[in-house]
């Protein structure tokens, strides 16, 4: 993933690194979900960070790495607080409350708060294309709500709300980082990121890390916990965080539509659940709206 790539390879590998985000996140929803009967999600979240923390930190290379730059320090404490924080808490709490299907559906807004966020900054323009994009991903993503029911949702309003919260602090990670990934590594950012992470959240999960009962956990739950770690964490945010380096922030948000048909596809081989031509169509229209999106913008005036 050299920086000097051809601009088609470089596009090729950041569709290919988007992908592979996409059902990293995807399988999150399915391991994260079983791993909360015996974990509580605040203490959860937090092995999560902490876990994800001691490999970054490995993979950094923060020990010889040059001084950041005056003011850096502080953004990368915001981006913690957006990106890993809240992100975490709120995401984890809120899908211990609610359902995999439906939060993978929520997470669908993540494209529309970070093209509003982008466009209030002035880093993108809306274009017909790029709306036209995320309209047509969104009815994609509606459609697989339609195909299964929101029974679940209505049952667990505050969980939704702690989703579509994770979902706006996400979003608005996306648009605030993207300029400074110019000027440090994907890997040293988000090794940063988690470091904090791990001590900002101790306040949050102290209470729950005290209550959990430690010796009930079986270990398919701590190899859960091992799999969450290692690919829709330390994996997953490595590869967002370089294609953002090297695409609009709305893409990257873009690519979240595949989530609940990626979602369904995993529920059907590990769940047993069946595929309908409900999300098959869904599919289509996530996918036809993920390339609009991530068309560039004719220059100004045109």
Same mark, same amino acid.
């Given at each position: 993933?050299?920086?000097?790539?051809?601009?088609?390879?470089?596009?090729?590998?950041?569709?290919?690194?988007?992908?592979?985000?996409?059902?990293?996140?995807?399988?999150?929803?399915?391991?994260?979900?079983?791993?909360?009967?015996?974990?509580?999600?605040?203490?959860?979240?937090?092995?999560?960070?902490?876990?994800?923390?001691?490999?970054?930190?490995?993979?950094?290379?923060?020990?010889?790495?040059?001084?950041?730059?005056?003011?850096?320090?502080?953004?990368?404490?915001?981006?913690?607080?957006?990106?890993?924080?809240?992100?975490?808490?709120?995401?984890?709490?809120?899908?211990?409350?609610?359902?995999?299907?439906?939060?993978?559906?929520?997470?669908?807004?993540?494209?529309?708060?970070?093209?509003?966020?982008?466009?209030?900054?002035?880093?993108?323009?809306?274009?017909?294309?790029?709306?036209?994009?995320?309209?047509? @991903?969104? #009815?994609? =993503?509606? +459609?697989?709500?339609? %195909?299964?029911? &929101?029974? *679940?949702?209505?049952?667990?309003?505050? $969980?939704?709300?702690?989703?579509?919260?994770?979902?706006?602090?996400?979003?608005?990670?996306?648009?605030?980082?993207?300029?400074?990934?110019?000027?440090?590594?994907?890997?040293?950012?988000?090794?940063?990121?988690?470091?904090?992470?791990?001590?900002?959240?101790?306040?949050?999960?102290?209470?729950?890390?005290?209550?959990?009962?430690?010796?009930?956990?079986?270990?398919?739950?701590?190899?859960?916990?091992?799999?969450?770690?290692?690919?829709?964490?330390?994996?997953?945010?490595?590869?967002?965080?370089?294609?953002?380096?090297?695409?609009?922030?709305?893409?990257?948000?873009?690519?979240?539509?595949?989530?609940?048909?990626?979602?369904?596809?995993?529920?059907?081989?590990?769940?047993?659940?069946?595929?309908?031509?409900? @999300?098959? #169509?869904? =599919?289509? +229209?996530?996918?036809? %709206?993920?390339? &609009?999106? *991530?068309?560039?913008?004719?220059?100004? $005036?045109?």
């Amino acid at each position: 993933m050299s920086r000097h790539s051809a601009p088609g390879t470089r596009q090729v590998l950041v569709h290919a690194a988007l992908i592979a985000v996409a059902i990293l996140f995807s399988l999150n929803y399915i391991i994260s979900k079983l791993a909360m009967h015996a974990f509580a999600p605040l203490a959860f979240a937090y092995l999560r960070v902490a876990g994800s923390a001691a490999i970054l930190y490995l993979l950094s290379g923060e020990r010889d790495a040059p001084p950041l730059a005056p003011g850096d320090s502080w953004r990368i404490v915001l981006y913690c607080l957006l990106g890993v924080v809240l992100n975490q808490s709120l995401f984890l709490g809120g899908l211990a409350l609610s359902s995999a299907h439906v939060a993978a559906i929520l997470m669908t807004t993540i494209p529309l708060f970070a093209l509003g966020g982008a466009i209030v900054a002035g880093r993108e323009r809306a274009t017909p294309a790029r709306i036209a994009g995320i309209a047509l @991903a969104g #009815a994609g =993503a509606l +459609l697989v709500v339609g %195909g299964e029911g &929101l029974e *679940g949702a209505r049952k667990s309003l505050i $969980g939704d709300l702690l989703l579509l919260a994770n979902a706006l602090c996400y979003a608005l990670y996306l648009v605030l980082a993207k300029p400074i990934m110019a000027r440090i590594s994907a890997r040293r950012l988000i090794g940063r990121m988690f470091g904090l992470g791990a001590l900002l959240m101790l306040p949050v999960s102290g209470m729950s890390l005290a209550r959990q009962q430690w010796t009930t956990i079986p270990p398919r739950a701590w190899i859960a916990l091992l799999l969450v770690i290692a690919g829709p964490t330390v994996a997953a945010y490595l590869l967002n965080a370089w294609a953002l380096r090297h695409t609009d922030s709305s893409l990257v948000a873009t690519y979240t539509y595949a989530q609940p048909v990626i979602t369904t596809v995993l529920a059907a081989i590990f769940l047993g659940e069946s595929i309908g031509p409900v @999300a098959v #169509a869904a =599919a289509m +229209l996530i996918f036809a %709206g993920v390339y &609009l999106a *991530g068309r560039p913008a004719p220059p100004a $005036g045109l």
